[in-house]
Each structure stands twice: as C-alpha cells, then as structure tokens.
C-alpha cells in the first residue's frame, strides 16, 4: 500500500489480511529540490533562466490527473484552453495566443506547443493525450529569440522521458465514473552496450455525459490511443543520438453542447430563434442545461491522427 500527502514524503508499506492495525508515520518534505529545466535549448537551473516560468514534472501532473493541457491548465496559472472540437481549439497564456472560435488550418498560433524540440502547428495538438512525460514547462510572454515565430504569447515546451540503460518498467490504471478507465505503460533497458530503448502506450475510455435523442445513445466520448517507441545509442558519455517514433489517434464521438438559452438581438421579431423555432415547428428536448439533452441528426467529425517520426542529437 502506499500513501501520500501533500507536504509529505510517499511511504510505502506491505499489509498481509489478518496482520492487524497499520501503523503509519508520514516524515514532513520540504526540502527544496533543484528543477533543471531546457527552455534556452540547454540544461540550466530555474532560478537562472530570466523568463516567467512555470514547471510541473511529469509525476506532480500524473498525481493531478492531468493528462492532457485542458486538464494542466488547472495547475499553472495564466494558461486557457477553450476547445469545442480539435480543429476549434484555442491555447492562450495571459489572454493572448489563439482566439477561440476564430481558428482555422490557415491561422497560426500565438503559443508555440514543443514536444522534445519539436514545433507542433495546429493548436488541435493541445488536446491529445500526454505520452510519458518528464516534464513541462511553459513560459509566459514572447520567445521568438529561441523558439521562433508563433510564440509571441509564450510556448509550452514538453520533455518526454529518454530510454535509459537500467531495465525499468511501469503499469497505471485509472478508473472514474462515466465508465472512465485509463491505461499507461512504460518499459525501457538496454540493447547492447552502446543502444537502449523505450517503449510507451496510454489510453484513455469514457463513455459520454450528454444524451441523445435522436440517436438514443450517450454522446462527448473519450476514445484516445497513444504509442511512442525511442532508441537511444550513446556512443560516449558526451554524445547522444535519439530516434524517435510516435503515433496517436482520437476517436471521440461528439463535442456536443447543450441548449443554455437565447438573448433577443437587434434583427426584426421574425428573425428571432423562438420565431424561426416555431416556423420550422422544431422545440429544443430541454431548457435546462442541466437535463444534458440534445437531438443531434448530424454524424460528428471530430476524429484526429497525429504521427511523427523524428531524430535528436545532443552533445555536451
């Protein structure tokens, strides 16, 4: 069993049936530990990079269930996500990056997203699932010295975790309501003297929150596979080739939104919605937002498949 707490060191302990009560002691952690961090494209201390920045490591955001940057922005402050399908998806820092509704395949962002040094375009990135992640940092504020154009918000810069020569290997699953269930996976060790590898997979289920009728099933599902293969080969302690390989796919049924409302404009009385309503004899299934009911008709196409294939080298 283990247990945790904030402010706490994690204490794991071994319990038999029938072994009697637990005695648990929890030692106080607040040791400040260094945070290295490769915003300037080198390994350097926080405190002496001068750059508004935040970092969460990949264990805080995993604790947080923050699997992806909706759910991460709840940890770093500054940061919005607004996304009602992936190719309407807006990322802001301060409130200036993409604005929401407004986005298209030919707008690029104002947040530059940064998976290992690796630029990716389309704000629907942000939705994906993290795979295996070290660390995250985002930096506030324009960074087009060092990351280029689209950053003049500021840029998240993801580092996934690199194969290591020690055999290691770790399972997580998650369960929820809504028939949540989350599975990750990681394995890595080495393959000769001078090569080693990893492997990592994360998948995520949920069935849908909102109901509808025209379909009579539940709709705003989570379907997310992920899949990254890595090879390490070190041919000395000062230089460091990675090939890279990954692959995601989102199947989502829906980004349906309920009916909340309408407010009367400044168009004449037939070209209200009650008005049109009544001509086309439609009645919405609810007023109450809170009932989660829509009669959509129409298929939804919100899937997204994203791979990359890639090679990094590093000398030191």
Known sequence: ??????????????????????????DKNDALGEVVITARRRKESLQAVPIPITVVGGAQAEDAGAFNVNRLKELVPSVQLYSSNPRNTGLSIRGLGTTFGLTNDGIDPGVGFYVDGVYYARPAATTLDFLDIEQIEILRGPQGT???????????????????????????VSYGNYGFVQAKASVTG??????????????????????????????????????????????????????????????????????????????????????????????????????????????????????ALRSISTSN
Do not use: C
């Open 146 to 172: 060092l990351f280029g154009k689209n950053t003049t918000a500021g840029t998240f810069n993801v580092t996934t975790r690199k194969p290591k020569f020690t055999p290691g290997a770790n399972f997580e």
């Open 190 to 307: 080495p393959i000769g003297n001078k090569f080693a590898a990893r492997v990592s997979f994360s998948g995520t289920h949920r069935d849908g929150t909102i109901y509808n009728e025209k379909t009579d099933k539940q709709t705003n599902t989570l379907s997310n596979l992920g899949v990254r293969g890595q090879l390490l080969f070190k041919p000395s302690e000062k230089v460091e080739v990675i090939l890279a390989a990954d692959a995601t796919r989102q199947r989502p049924d829906g980004y349906a939104q309920v009916y909340a409302g309408t407010a009367p404009t400044l168009r004449a009385q037939y070209r209200q919605f009650d008005a049109i309503a009544a001509d086309l004899n439609y009645k919405v299934p609810s007023t109450n937002p809170f009932d989660r009911v829509i009669d959509h008709d129409t298929p939804w196409r919100s899937f997204q498949d994203l791979e």
């Open 1 to 26: 069993m283990i247990a945790s707490f904030v402010g706490y060191k994690t204490n794991e302990i071994q319990y038999t049936a029938g072994g009697g009560d637990i005695q648990l002691t929890l």
